[in-house]
């Protein structure tokens, strides 16, 4: 079912994102089935608003963007999609 709503969302044109992903054979099927991004306790837990710049600094190429916890009623705000491709050599 997961590689059907993958491939359905690339004929849409869009890319497809998998929430939840945990484990390292979670995140190499999806990279099996050709899945875009992914978000997920593998790559880290739910942190602190002022604590997302640093981490994303970190664990990105691109310059971490400005974020505000005002998205989050708990002062946490959502993780951001990671690109499949580009984190799976750094959890094998």
């Given at each position: 079912m997961i590689g059907a709503m993958?491939?359905?969302?690339?004929?849409?044109?869009?890319q497809a994102l998998t929430e939840g992903v945990e484990?390292?054979?979670q995140l190499?099927?999806?990279d099996t089935l050709q899945c875009d991004l992914a978000q997920?306790?593998?790559f880290t837990r739910p942190l602190p608003a002022e604590a997302v710049g640093d981490y994303l600094a970190l664990h990105s190429q691109e310059p971490a963007p400005e974020l505000s916890g005002a998205d989050e009623p708990s002062g946490r705000?959502?993780?951001k999609a990671i690109k499949i491709r580009d984190v799976k050599?750094?959890?094998?």
């Open positions: 993958i491939t359905l969302g690339h004929a849409l044109g869009v484990t390292n054979d190499g099927r999806l997920g306790y593998l705000v959502k993780a050599s750094r959890h094998t």
